[in-house]
């Protein structure tokens, strides 16, 4: 079945470490997302890609880094340098860019610090 | 930046009721979707409708691109249908999403 899978479903990182969320698409998109929420907020865009070793910040890019050099996956960091990343992270993709195509998500993954 | 408001913020409904929930922009919009967030933290596409009427199920929405709103309609809403809705608009770079309606609905 053709779908977002987004790994771990949680995460635990001590202050200091840097951790990657990975997000891998087999539905042939182009385009790909990061957002993150916080409990009760709605989703704040972070990264997003058009295509291959393409990618653009969103509103909320700081302590964040991505990658894309494959279509199917476009791995999140999330750095040491930001100060408060218990979130809850969400992945999307679409056919091509946002304003053609509808936006599909991943199940997320929940940061925790320790 | 563009602005997305929803309301109501909150609704509670016994199941069976019908319900509408809105959606506001500040400005025109090339996309416009509609999410719905279960318990589990899954989003769910419901419509893709930059303008015009779609319906599935029981579930229908309305796009009004010119007077910048749209409208999510629930019928003989069900407990399964409990949970936020958030919609969310695209215009040029900025990618926005609306704070969501949570909704509650009661056996």
């Known amino acids: 079945d053709g779908g977002i899978t987004q790994s771990p479903k949680y995460l635990f990182r001590k202050e200091g470490q840097n951790v990657t969320l990975s997000c891998e698409q087999n539905l042939n998109h182009d385009a790909m997302y990061w957002y993150r929420q916080d409990p009760g907020q709605g989703l704040r865009l972070i990264y997003y890609?058009?295509?291959?070793?393409?990618?653009q910040k969103g509103d909320i890019a700081e302590g964040y880094s991505v990658s894309r050099e494959k279509k199917e996956s476009f791995p999140l960091t999330v750095t040491s340098a930001q100060k408060n990343p218990t979130a809850f992270y969400l992945c999307?993709?679409?056919?091509?860019?946002?304003?053609?195509?509808?936006?599909?998500f991943g199940d997320g993954t929940r940061l925790s610090i320790l | 930046g563009i602005q997305v408001e929803q309301s109501p913020p909150d609704l509670i409904l016994q199941e069976g009721a019908n319900s509408t929930l809105r959606c506001n922009f500040s400005?025109?919009?090339?996309?416009l979707q509609w999410f719905h967030q279960n318990p589990w933290g899954q989003l769910i596409n419901l419509f893709y409708?930059?303008?015009g009427t779609k319906q599935n199920g029981r579930l229908s929405a309305t796009t009004v691109a010119t007077e910048r709103y749209s409208l999510l309609y629930i019928s003989s809403s069900q407990t399964t249908d409990s949970g936020v809705y958030f919609c969310a608009v695209e215009r040029g770079q900025n990618f926005v999403f609306g704070p969501g309606t949570r909704l509650s609905v009661l056996p």
């Open positions: 400005d025109s919009v090339n996309n």
């Open positions: 890609s058009q295509i291959v070793n393409d990618f």
């Open positions: 999307a993709s679409s056919f091509d860019r946002w304003g053609n195509q509808p936006q599909h």
């Open positions: 409708i930059p303008s």
